[in-house]
């Protein structure tokens, strides 16, 4: 199996906020992604309130962002850049986006969200780049 990223993938957020109740405590799943591939890049802008994100790749929790990490950050402190292992991510306001080392995953990419204060909406939008898999 190799990959070459000939073909690249973008996926738009499956969910408008419209759609999530955050009123209650659970896990909102935003990216479900059937398929195998090697993971590019990942955006996503919240407003209102504090979240958590998990990143789950083939049944397993790759990434977990807890509260203290998906802060609403000051401008005044924009474009700070973090590490989870060795996967970069970059805070700018309310604004996150991963860019992922040489990992790939087999049968599944998913994103889930939950909030843990602020108002019942909060998801603004949210972006999936991927490269799939050629054998």
């Given amino acids: 199996m190799s990959y070459f990223g000939k073909k690249e993938y973008t ?5 408008s906020d ?6 209650d405590d659970s896990w909102h799943t935003i990216i479900d992604l059937t398929a195998s591939g090697k993971p590019v890049y990942f955006w996503a802008e919240f407003y209102n309130g504090n ?6 790749m083939d049944g397993t929790v790759a990434y977990l ?3 203290k990490e998906m802060v609403n950050y000051d401008l ?4 700070l850049v973090k590490f989870k292992g060795n996967a970069p991510y ?3 306001s309310d604004i996150f986006s991963w860019y992922f080392p040489d990992i790939y995953f087999a049968t599944s990419f998913v994103v889930d969200v939950r909030r843990r204060s602020g108002n019942n909406h909060g998801l603004d939008r ?3 780049i991927y490269k799939e898999e050629i054998d």
């Fill in 11 to 15: 996926l738009k957020t499956l969910k």
């Fill in 18 to 23: 419209k759609d999530i109740d955050f009123l």
């Fill in 51 to 56: 979240f958590e994100t998990r990143i789950t």
């Fill in 65 to 67: 962002m807890d509260d």
């Fill in 76 to 79: 005044a402190v924009a474009n």
């Fill in 90 to 92: 970059k805070q700018s």
């Fill in 126 to 128: 949210m972006m999936f």
